[in-house]
């Protein structure tokens, strides 16, 4: 059995309290808020934080804001996000995303906030302290060499978050407070490529809020290849938005891709779609233009070729599903892989 190592546990009510009690532990202290991926992380001794500033009581950071966009608090759990309205009528690409992320116990646990602070993953990485130790450990901690990359200077671990790319497309921005004061700050600039120092985060920041911009007349959506049709990390998470004017001409679009590199990103397939409606060739186009930027690494699960391969295919789903077509099948043979 694994087991936790000593760690001091402070439990702020505030905002305020808890930015005041990270400034003054440094970088020996963390967030906690549902644990689902720091905990698992700290019995591996992956993460060793000497004090954990839980969110869990914290008032202010549960708040749900519906105008004409949508404000999300960092602290909703997973299965609160997906019950909220707003998101299943207004913002299906999110609520699609978080709808697959883990098993319903993880997503009751699991939090908005921890989710797009997920740490990177790997296969060389998300093992036990034993196994790690027997292969000298690597760059991301404790060691000096990437095993994916021998001759990288950078560790290649790949980002996991299902809801960063869903919200990415959506064009939201996340609200980071600490006892300095807050920032807005579009979610796509919060990730680095690079797989240890993944946020441009500071360890003293909370990230309270998630803003989603008017979201009507766009449609989104969002498709994830896992081995399992429940419970398993992405290896690929394809996210698309479009506002699409009556006459089925694209006004705006953004396709982002997560899973195949350190961070969730943009492409620019959304150039590419502009004034154009999505027939069935401009749509192959758009997954042949997105699929030539995804370059996975061969450090998690599926062949790494197939991996890439895939992306163009599942640039169309999202695609087809945005222009009204029934695409109910293909998720289903998805979720029972025969893909
Ligand atoms: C078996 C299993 C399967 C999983 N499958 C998936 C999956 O398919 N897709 C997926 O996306 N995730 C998956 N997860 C990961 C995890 O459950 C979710 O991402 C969850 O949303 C993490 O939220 P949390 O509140 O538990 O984060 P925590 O574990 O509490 O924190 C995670 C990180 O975020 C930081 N943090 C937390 N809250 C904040 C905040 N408000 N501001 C700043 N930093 C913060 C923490 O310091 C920590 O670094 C899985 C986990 C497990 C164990
Ligand atoms: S990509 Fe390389 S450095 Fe990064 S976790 Fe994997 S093996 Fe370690």
Redesign the pocket.
């Given at each position: 059995m694994m087991r936790l190592p000593w760690f001091r546990h402070e439990s702020p009510r505030s905002i305020a309290e808890a930015a005041r009690i990270l400034a003054g532990e440094g970088p020996h202290a963390?967030?906690?808020?549902?644990?689902?991926?720091?905990?698992?992380n700290m019995k591996r001794r992956q993460q060793t934080p000497r004090v954990l500033v839980s969110?869990r009581r914290v008032e202010g950071?549960k708040q749900v804001a519906n105008g004409q966009g949508l404000t999300l608090g960092?602290?909703l759990t997973?299965s609160e996000v997906i019950a909220t309205d707003a998101v299943r009528e207004r913002y299906r690409g999110l609520w699609q995303a978080a709808s697959?992320?883990?098993t319903p116990q993880?997503r009751n646990?699991?939090?908005?906030?921890?989710?797009l602070?997920?740490?990177t993953r790997c296969n060389y990485y998300d093992q036990n302290y034993e196994w790690r130790k027997a292969i000298d450990f690597c760059m991301k901690k404790d060691g000096k060499i990437c095993w994916v990359a021998t001759a990288s200077k950078r560790c290649v671990a790949v980002t996991?978050?299902?809801?960063a790319p869903a919200l990415i497309a959506l064009d939201a921005k996340v609200r980071l407070v600490s006892s300095a004061g807050e920032r807005d700050l579009p979610l796509a600039e919060l990730y680095r490529n690079d797989g240890i120092d993944h946020l441009a985060?500071r360890p003293d920041?909370?990230?309270?809020d998630v803003v989603l911009p008017d979201a009507r007349s766009w449609k989104s959506s969002y498709w994830k290849l896992?081995r399992r049709g429940a419970?398993?990390?992405?290896v690929l998470g394809v996210a698309a938005a479009a506002k699409i004017l009556p006459d089925g001409t694209v006004l705006e679009a953004r396709v982002a891709l997560g899973a195949v590199s350190s961070h969730p990103f943009l492409t620019k397939a959304g150039e590419f779609l502009a004034g154009t409606r999505l027939t069935d060739e401009v749509v192959a186009e758009a997954g042949r233009m997105v699929a030539s930027r995804a370059k996975p690494m061969d450090n998690a699960d599926f062949d790494v070729y197939w991996r890439k391969e895939v992306v163009a295919e599942f640039v169309t789903y999202a695609l087809r599903e945005i222009r009204g077509d029934d695409t109910s099948a293909v998720r289903l043979r998805i979720a029972r892989r025969t893909l």
């Amino acid at each position: 059995m694994m087991r936790l190592p000593w760690f001091r546990h402070e439990s702020p009510r505030s905002i305020a309290e808890a930015a005041r009690i990270l400034a003054g532990e440094g970088p020996h202290a963390m967030l906690i808020a549902g644990g689902t991926d720091l905990l698992p992380n700290m019995k591996r001794r992956q993460q060793t934080p000497r004090v954990l500033v839980s969110l869990r009581r914290v008032e202010g950071m549960k708040q749900v804001a519906n105008g004409q966009g949508l404000t999300l608090g960092g602290g909703l759990t997973l299965s609160e996000v997906i019950a909220t309205d707003a998101v299943r009528e207004r913002y299906r690409g999110l609520w699609q995303a978080a709808s697959q992320i883990a098993t319903p116990q993880l997503r009751n646990m699991g939090t908005l906030g921890g989710n797009l602070c997920l740490d990177t993953r790997c296969n060389y990485y998300d093992q036990n302290y034993e196994w790690r130790k027997a292969i000298d450990f690597c760059m991301k901690k404790d060691g000096k060499i990437c095993w994916v990359a021998t001759a990288s200077k950078r560790c290649v671990a790949v980002t996991a978050t299902d809801c960063a790319p869903a919200l990415i497309a959506l064009d939201a921005k996340v609200r980071l407070v600490s006892s300095a004061g807050e920032r807005d700050l579009p979610l796509a600039e919060l990730y680095r490529n690079d797989g240890i120092d993944h946020l441009a985060r500071r360890p003293d920041e909370i990230l309270t809020d998630v803003v989603l911009p008017d979201a009507r007349s766009w449609k989104s959506s969002y498709w994830k290849l896992r081995r399992r049709g429940a419970f398993d990390f992405p290896v690929l998470g394809v996210a698309a938005a479009a506002k699409i004017l009556p006459d089925g001409t694209v006004l705006e679009a953004r396709v982002a891709l997560g899973a195949v590199s350190s961070h969730p990103f943009l492409t620019k397939a959304g150039e590419f779609l502009a004034g154009t409606r999505l027939t069935d060739e401009v749509v192959a186009e758009a997954g042949r233009m997105v699929a030539s930027r995804a370059k996975p690494m061969d450090n998690a699960d599926f062949d790494v070729y197939w991996r890439k391969e895939v992306v163009a295919e599942f640039v169309t789903y999202a695609l087809r599903e945005i222009r009204g077509d029934d695409t109910s099948a293909v998720r289903l043979r998805i979720a029972r892989r025969t893909l």
